[in-house]
Antibody, heavy 122, light 107 residues
Framework: QVQLAESGGGVVQPGRSLRLSCAAS????????MHWVRQAPGKGLEWVAV????????YYADSVKGRFTISRDNSKNTLYLQMNSLRAEDTAVYYC???????????????WGQGTIVTVSS | EVVMTQSPATLSVSPGERATLSCRAS??????LAWYQQKPVQAPRLLIY???TRATGVPARFSGGGSGTEFTLTISSLQSEDFAVYYC?????????FGGGTKVEIK
């Protein structure tokens, strides 16, 4: 069964760091571009970052550029999001999502994880 | 950045009725447009991609249309499980962007 499972969320003080993980199973992880998407409480969806299937390219939303780093370990079938200098406005549910087609980018997201909650508060 | 605008914000519909949701892009995204359904405390679910192609397992009562800057999602006869929030997303240009969502509620 194709699945994504996020972990690593929690409550963190402003200015601190947190690393999220997304474990993939049921498909060839190393063949797919992967994304992080977030959703602030009661708000809509915001795309955060993308990484190419081989890690060769990464792009970020302006709201997180310079503070967040997306990475992956294809040997562990795991996607990561390193979040530094966290702000209150980063409070959200963070989802990992799979690009629908292997070896391409810029497609719809066909598989989503269940999300992990990040709360930035003093 | 391509701004996606969805209307209406809330749509009140009776079960069995037809619902039409709109999504407008600030510039052309061709047919690189997806629709997602999200129920409370659940992750989004892909419904439509390529503006009009239903994803695997999506019932035929869901249909998508449009191209360029104007898109629609139509639910032909609303079932109880269809009451949810619907988001459009463009994947034509970086950064990828979502609309603000349309909540379909029971009338």
């Amino acid at each position: 069964q194709v699945q994504l499972a996020e972990s690593g969320g929690g409550v963190v003080q402003p200015g601190r760091s947190l690393r999220l993980s997304c474990a993939a199973s049921g498909f060839t992880f190393s063949s797919y571009v992967m994304h992080w998407v977030r959703q602030a409480p009661g708000k809509g969806l915001e795309w955060v970052a993308v990484i190419w299937y081989d890690g060769s390219n990464k792009y970020y939303a302006d709201s997180v550029k310079g503070r967040f780093t997306i990475s992956r370990d294809n040997s562990k079938n795991t996607l990561y999001l390193q979040m530094n200098s966290l702000r209150a406005e980063d409070t959200a549910v963070y989802y990992c999502a799979r690009n629908s087609r292997a070896y391409t980018y810029g497609d719809e997201f066909d598989i989503w994880g269940q999300g992990t909650i990040v709360t930035v508060s003093s | 950045e391509v701004v996606m605008t969805q209307s209406p914000a809330t749509l009140s519909v009776s079960p069995g009725e037809r619902a039409t949701l709109s999504c407008r892009a600030s510039q052309s995204v061709s047919n690189n447009l997806a629709w997602y359904q999200q129920k409370p405390v659940q992750a989004p679910r892909l419904l439509i991609y390529g503006a009009s192609t239903r994803a695997t397992g999506v019932p035929a009562r869901f249909s998508g249309g449009g191209s360029g800057t104007e898109f629609t999602l139509t639910i032909s006869s609303l079932q109880s499980e269809d009451f949810a929030v619907y988001y459009c997303q463009q994947y034509s240009k970086w950064p990828l962007t979502f609309g603000g969502g349309t909540k379909v509620e029971i009338k």
